[in-house]
């Protein structure tokens, strides 16, 4: 795999300019987690009004793919109902376990983490935003 | 240029593998060394000829193994300088060494009120058994600081020693290469009645280990560090010491006499053996210790040294790279952070070049904190590799900074 394979201008623009980027004062729920194989850090906010996610930010110390994917995650879920959300988050994983290949209009951005399937180690990177986006909507959900 | 040591790369099948199409720039030597030839076949030939089990048959081929990996022990002892091959302890690997002296010795002679002095630089293997222990025992754990130079600070070493009953530290960091002066400081350490422990995972490949010199009580290492194979590792210590040492793990190889009341238990170091041994992966571990010393262990220093200041000079010289510690007394292991790249990132791009280096925290999150880099990206070279790799690793970094040009938020 070759560089620009992995590393896709769209992942680059993501990573260099990432959406929804900050903290969220006034939250209805935030979320923390860490990849423990480097230490990275996410912080994830979400403002929930009439069951549907208002407004999402997200913060934190990070690697292109992750924070490439918490961008792209964010700009996905946002004014999505929390049923919605959950879908996009079972598509997503399926999708990057590689167990299906085709992404529907609202995730066709993750296209560009292709080639990152084939890396279990970085699969991890890119599963970060999202394991703390499940964390968020199990914490609403109980 | 530099006299290396290329003619050895022959030795080693892997070094022809290609990467993503690029031959293999092989720079995570830390983590583990390459197998030469002669190791990969006395495992075959082991398989292949005189498998059995050792000390129990008394079949021609359990006394052929038997006899090879009693050799391989006397070889260990050799390459380290112990007194005797009985002081060498056969274990899976450096943590197994490290978690048998805290089982074996810790859990018999520590009180409450003790404390085990560490450092800062430590591996987490040096790190987690005491912790566990001490949530047992209730001792305190106190630890060295490192430098923003990645060195320990030994300016206040007598005053942290006070009260210290076991002092553990690495013989070189396997983050920012850092030698220790070991002799140093075990000296104060035994002024002040400590054990000292030496993690000597970085070193066995890299430079002379004499642990009479050293002055230590125990020195813990890994095969598979030292162009051996996985699965089989060594605790020295003094022969005194072990014999007062609580067995490790029970079982068969490790008694004297049992009746169903009570066993009584056999002398180092088959006490700290039980059960069947790697076998193979002893006999083979001897055998690449008869290839480092066949090269020379003084031979294979100098050349770290030149290379490791190449390196260091070569590295430095990239704009945005900074090099962690700057330790004058320092071995090959490099780490690095480049200004805007993630060291996850800096890895994988790295790779598609054919160039393997480690990312992340290195299991010493402790260091990183100090330092203030949590995760970083390490090369780290053995004798086989040569001056143009580091020149690959350099260029390679440029081309990954043209590709990124990206600045983190
Ligand atoms: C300094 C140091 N200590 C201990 C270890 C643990 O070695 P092993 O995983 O072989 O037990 C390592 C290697 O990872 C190391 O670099």
């Known amino acids: 795999m070759s560089a620009r394979d992995l590393y896709q201008e769209l992942i680059l623009d993501h990573a260099r300019n990432p959406q929804n980027f900050g903290e969220l004062e006034h939250a209805s729920a935030h979320s923390h987690r860490e990849n423990i194989s480097c230490g990275d850090t996410i912080d994830l906010y979400l403002l929930i009004e009439d069951g549907r996610v208002a407004e999402v930010r997200f913060d934190g110390q990070g690697c292109a793919l992750s924070t490439a994917s918490a961008s792209m995650m964010t700009e996905a879920i946002k004014g999505k109902s929390l049923d919605e959300v959950q879908q996009l988050t079972n598509h997503f994983r399926s999708y990057i376990s590689g167990e299906a290949d085709d992404l529907d209009a609202e995730l066709e951005d993750f296209e560009a983490f292709q080639g990152v399937r084939q890396l279990p180690a970085r699969v991890k990177c890119v599963t970060l935003p999202w394991v703390t986006l499940a964390d968020l909507l199990g914490q609403m959900g109980e | ?409």
């Open chain 2, 1 to 409: 240029m530099m006299r290396d040591l290329r003619e050895y790369r022959r030795d080693f099948p892997i070094l022809q593998v290609q990467v993503n199409d690029k031959p293999l720039i092989y720079l995570d030597n830390a983590a583990t060394s390459q197998k030469p030839l002669p190791v990969l076949e006395t495992l075959d030939t082991y398989y292949r000829t005189y498998n059995a089990n050792v000390h129990r048959g008394l079949h021609a081929l359990s006394e052929h193994a038997t006899s090879a990996y009693e050799a391989a022990r006397r070889k260990i002892a050799a390459f380290i300088n112990a007194p005797k091959p009985q002081e060498v302890i056969f274990t899976r690997n450096t943590t197994e060494s490290i978690n048998l002296v805290a089982q074996a010795w810790g859990r018999k002679f520590l009180t409450s009120d003790d404390v085990v002095l560490l450092t800062e630089m430590e591996h987490h293997s040096n790190i987690v058994p005491w912790q566990l222990l001490s949530m047992q025992i209730g001792f305190q754990i106190r630890y060295l600081t490192v430098r923003p130079d990645g060195t320990l600070d030994l300016s206040d070493l007598d005053r942290m020693l006070d009260g210290v009953k076991l002092l553990g530290l690495t013989h070189i960091s396997n983050v920012v290469g850092t030698i220790n002066p070991i002799a140093q400081i075990a000296a104060v350490a035994h002024r002040h009645g400590a054990r000292v422990l030496v993690d000597g995972a970085q070193a066995t490949l890299h430079i002379p280990v004499d642990v009479q010199a050293l002055g230590c009580d125990f020195y813990a290492f890994s095969g598979h560090k030292t162009c051996g194979p996985t699965g089989i590792g060594v605790l020295w210590g003094k022969y005194d010491i072990l014999e007062e040492m609580d067995p490790f793990l029970g079982g068969g190889e490790m008694i004297e006499s049992v009746t169903l009341e009570k066993t009584t238990y056999a002398a180092p170091p088959n006490k700290f053996e039980a059960g069947t041994p790697a076998i193979a992966e002893a006999i083979a571990l001897g055998a690449a210790i008869d290839y480092l010393t066949g090269i020379g262990m003084a031979r294979i220093a100098e050349y770290d040294e030149l290379l490791s200041s190449y390196a260091v000079e070569r590295l430095g010289s990239v704009p945005g790279v900074r090099i962690l510690g700057t330790a004058p007394q320092r071995s090959s292991a490099f780490a690095f952070t480049v200004e805007g790249i993630h060291p996850h990132d800096l890895s994988s791009l790295l790779d598609t070049h054919g160039i393997a280096v480690r990312a992340g925290h290195h299991c010493a999150q402790p260091l990183g904190r100090r330092l203030g880099v949590p995760a970083s990206a390490r090369a780290s070279t053995a004798f086989y590799n040569v001056p143009e790799e580091i020149d690959a690793l350099v260029d390679a970094l440029q081309e990954v900074k043209k590709v990124f040009g990206y600045v983190s938020p």
